[in-house]
C-alpha cells in the first residue's frame, strides 16, 4: 500500500515500513494510508478518499477523539497499543521508587543534615506493601511482572474485571471506589474517558492512607490537580510521581514543582526516538491486515476512542 506521513516525514519510519513492503509518496492525495504524529489542530481535515486508513504514533487519541477528529475522517484508525509496554512500565517503576525513596526531598535539600528524616520515612517495596495498577492492560500487566522481584502485592484494576494473571487480585474499574483505602501505592494507566475522567479527586484521595503514593503515566486528567495538591499540602498523602499533568505542559511557577515529594517527568515515559524507532513497524503490519480485510492489530474503536 501507499502511505505518507503527516505533519512531518521521519526518515526512520518511511525505512521501516518501505522494508514491511509499503511504498512512501510524498503526497497525501497519492497514500491509501497516512501515518499521524500529531494534535486535532494538526489533522489534515477533510481527508482525500483515497486515504483508507490513519495509523497514529500515539498509544492514548483522546485528544482526537474528543475533538471529533476520529468521526469526521471516516476512515479506520489504529494506534500505536503495546509499543510502549516496556518503557512506560519501567517509568513508572523509576517514579515509585524515586518518590518512596525521597530523591527529589534530597536533591533540593541539598545537605546531609536531611538523613535522619529520610531513614525514617523512607518507604521500601516489601511483602508489606500494596500496588494497585488502575488500568491493567499490556503496560500494567508488564509493570506487574517488574514488581514481581520486590514481593510486594498486587493489585490489578480492569474494565470488565477479568482475571489479570500477573496480579494476585483483580477488581473492575466500577469497583475501584473500594481500593483506595487498601493500598499503599496507585498506578494509574488508564485511558481517558467519562468513567476515569478525574477518577483520583478529592473523595479518593481523602480515602488513601497517609504513606499513600500516586503515580501518573497514563493520561493527566485521570487526576483532579487541584485536589492532587491540597492533599499534598495537607500530608494527607504521602508523595506522588508524574509524568503527565493536567494541565499540560504544567506551566513554570505551578505549586507542584516546588513540592519536595512530587517527582515530575515531562512526558517521556516515553520517548520521541523510542516512537520513530518501533512505530514503522506496526504500521506495516497493520496495513497488511488492512489488505487482507481483516482487523488491524491496534484498531481502535471510533465510538470508545481507544
Aim: proline share 5%; with cysteine.
Amino acid at each position: 500500500m501507499r502511505f505518507t506521513l503527516h505533519p512531518e516525514r521521519v526518515e526512520r519510519i518511511v525505512e521501516a515500513v518501505e522494508a514491511g513492503g509499503h511504498s512512501y509518496v510524498d503526497s497525501l492525495e497519492k497514500a491509501e494510508f497516512l501515518i499521524f504524529h500529531g494534535g486535532p489542530a494538526d489533522f489534515p481535515e477533510p481527508l482525500p478518499a483515497n486515504v483508507r486508513f490513519v495509523q497514529t504514533q500515539m498509544a492514548g487519541i483522546d485528544a482526537l477523539h474528543s475533538a471529533g477528529v476520529l468521526e469526521r475522517s471516516g476512515v479506520r484508525w489504529a494506534n500505536a497499543k503495546g509499543l510502549y509496554d516496556e518503557t512506560v512500565a519501567e517509568s513508572c517503576l523509576a517514579l515509585l521508587l524515586a518518590v518512596g525513596h525521597q530523591h527529589k526531598r534530597v536533591g533540593m535539600a541539598a545537605t546531609w543534615s536531611v538523613s535522619g528524616q529520610v531513614q525514617a520515612t523512607t518507604q521500601f517495596l516489601s511483602e508489606e506493601f500494596t500496588v494497585a495498577v488502575i488500568g491493567a492492560g499490556g503496560i500494567g500487566r508488564r509493570l506487574l511482572e517488574l514488581l514481581r522481584p520486590f514481593r510486594c502485592r498486587t493489585i490489578a484494576v480492569n474494565r470488565s474485571g477479568a482475571t489479570v494473571a500477573e496480579a494476585e487480585e483483580t477488581v473492575a474499574m466500577s469497583q475501584a471506589e473500594e481500593v483506595w483505602s487498601r493500598a499503599d501505592a496507585f498506578i494509574l494507566l488508564a485511558p481517558l474517558t467519562e468513567e476515569t475522567h478525574r477518577l483520583v479527586d478529592a473523595r479518593a484521595l481523602n480515602r488513601m492512607k497517609p504513606n499513600a503514593i500516586v503515580v501518573n503515566a497514563g493520561r493527566g486528567p485521570l487526576v483532579d490537580t487541584d485536589a492532587l495538591v491540597d492533599a499534598l499540602r495537607q500530608g494527607r498523602i504521602y508523595g506522588a510521581g508524574l509524568d503527565v499533568t493536567d494541565p499540560e505542559p504544567l506551566p513554570d511557577g505551578h505549586p507542584l514543582w516546588g513540592m519536595d515529594n512530587v517527582v515530575i517527568t515531562p512526558h517521556t515515559a516515553n520517548t520521541i526516538h523510542h516512537v520513530h524507532a518501533t512505530v514503522g513497524g506496526l504500521a506495516a503490519r497493520n496495513a497488511d491486515l488492512f489488505a487482507a480485510g481483516e482487523r488491524m492489530a491496534t484498531e481502535v474503536d471510533i465510538e470508545a476512542g481507544y
